[in-house]
């Protein structure tokens, strides 16, 4: 079975440019989420879908940035402009539909460097 | 909001057992995972409680006190290959928080 998959594994891009990055969620599972890890600081939540709504977008930093999971398969982070300070490591995970007792898949993260 | 406080760093002997103490604050308690995240790799799933109490799997031992808001991880017969960070993440309704991470350094 395939685990959760991101693409771009890295990203440079320039201040002011836009960046897309994808999360392919394990099959079959209803829950996806974005987290980030700024360098030196703890994983933090960004938001949380359940199949194609968002549950929860507490963590988004600023209007900046967008997420998608349109049909409620694969979803997508955009961040346009990038900012210096969105530099860091960007992870999805998902888990499946019960509420108790499930683990939570992280993908192999997508790097982002803001130059 | 959750506050969930671990220790920075840790260091321990190869062969010996080290406990990495979790503790936290949420409203709407729904479990407590531990990851573990090597240096440029994703964290994975190591343990997850919801009720009080010890679950050992193998070297990985993990305890839960809901009233105290209290977890550790153990691990025992301590490897180098486990030199890593650890990650207490708590599940408050179905949004899950991560705490600082403690990096534990396992030394010869």
């Known amino acids: 079975e395939a685990g959760v998959t991101q693409f771009p594994s890295h990203s440079v891009i320039e201040k002011g440019q836009t960046v897309t990055l994808r999360c392919d969620p394990i099959s079959g599972h209803d829950n996806l989420y974005w987290y980030r890890r700024v360098m030196g600081k703890e994983i933090k939540f960004l938001l949380h879908?359940?199949?194609?709504?968002?549950?929860?977008e507490s963590g988004m930093p600023n209007n900046r940035f967008l997420a998608e999971r349109t049909g409620g398969t694969y979803s997508t982070l955009k961040v346009q402009p990038a900012e210096l300070e969105d530099s860091g490591v960007y992870f999805c995970?998902?888990?499946?539909?019960?509420?108790?007792?499930?683990?939570?898949?992280f993908g192999e993260g997508s790097w982002l460097t803001v130059v | 909001g959750q506050n969930i406080d671990q220790p920075t760093e840790m260091t321990a002997t190869e062969g010996a057992i080290v406990q990495i103490n979790c503790t936290y604050q949420t409203s709407g308690f729904n479990g407590l995972f531990w990851y573990q995240q090597h240096a440029g790799e994703a964290p994975t799933f190591l343990s997850y409680?919801?009720?009080?109490g010890l679950e050992e799997k193998g070297r990985f031992s993990s305890f839960l006190s809901r009233s105290k808001g209290y977890s550790y991880l153990l691990l025992k017969e301590l490897q180098m290959k486990d030199s890593a960070s650890y990650l207490c993440?708590?599940?408050?309704?179905?949004?899950?928080?991560f705490g600082t991470g403690t990096k534990l350094q396992v030394i010869p």
């Open positions: 879908f359940v199949k194609e709504s968002k549950q929860d």
């Open positions: 995970a998902s888990s499946q539909a019960q509420l108790s007792g499930n683990t939570i898949y």
């Open positions: 993440a708590v599940r408050s309704y179905q949004k899950v928080t």
């Open positions: 409680n919801v009720l009080d």
